[in-house]
C-alpha cells in the first residue's frame, strides 16, 4: 500500500495531509525517515508517525440497537443520523448494511466493507431477516396463509417470497422474510389488511441483537458473527 494511504487509514489524517506530514519527515519506515508519498509500504514493516508505531485499521462491523427517531441516512435531516449513536473514526466511510425506517427499532449493522453488506443485502443471498411486529387488528389466519405463501405487493412485479410467521398474540408476530424490498414488512401487512404499529428487527442472518446492549448502544461484531454472513 502507498505510504500516504497508510497514513490515511491508520490515523484521522486526510489524504493531503498525509503527504504534508511525510514530506515535512515525521513519518518512518523500520527507523528511516521516508519523504515520498508513493513509497509502498509492506508486510511486517513497522511505521512510525511523529514516533508512534501505527497501524492499518481493519474493516469495521458494528451492531446497533436503533431506537426510534433515528434515520438510516448518514447524514441528519428532519431527524438525527443514527451515526450520531456511535463513537469511531472516519464514520463517513461507514454505512449501513439493510435501512430500517425511522420509527423502526432494533439491530442495524453497520460496516465499511461492501462487499459484506452486498451479501446481508442483496437478494439473490436470500439472508434472513427476523422482524417482532406489533399489528394494529387481529390477525386472521387467512392473512397468515397469505403471508406464508407469498403476498402480492402492491406496485412489485412478483410476489414475496415465503415468509415465517410464528403467532405470539392476536396483534403481535415474529415474521422472517429473505429479501429487503423498500418498507416491505409493513407493505406485507398493508397487503393481507393490516397495519403495522410496531417494528423491531431481531436477527439477520445468524446475528442477534445482542441483549445486553439498550437502545442507543453499540458494539463491533465477533469475528465469528462477521463470518456467519456468507
Ligand atoms: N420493513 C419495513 O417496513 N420497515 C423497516 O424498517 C424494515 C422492514
Known sequence: MRLDKYICESTTLTRSQAKKVISQGRVKSDDKIVRSSAYKTSEGEEIRFDGDIISVRGLRYIMLNKPQ???CSNVDEQLPSLF???E?????????AGRLDADTT???LITDDGQWSHKVTSPRNKCKKRY??????VITDE???QLKEGVQLNAEPQP???AEVEIISD???VLTISEGKYHQVKRMFAAVGNLVIELHREQIGDIELDASLAPGEWRYLTAAEVKSIG
Do not use: Y
Not at 88 to 96: N, P, S, V
Open 69 to 71: 427517531d433515528f434515520i
Open 84 to 86: 450520531n449513536l456511535i
Open 88 to 96: 469511531a473514526d472516519k464514520k463517513e466511510q461507514l454505512f449501513i
Open 106 to 108: 432494533g439491530l442495524a
Open 132 to 137: 417482532r411486529v406489533g399489528l394494529d387488528a
Open 143 to 145: 392473512a397468515i396463509a
Open 160 to 162: 414475496c417470497l415465503p
Open 171 to 173: 396483534t403481535e408476530v
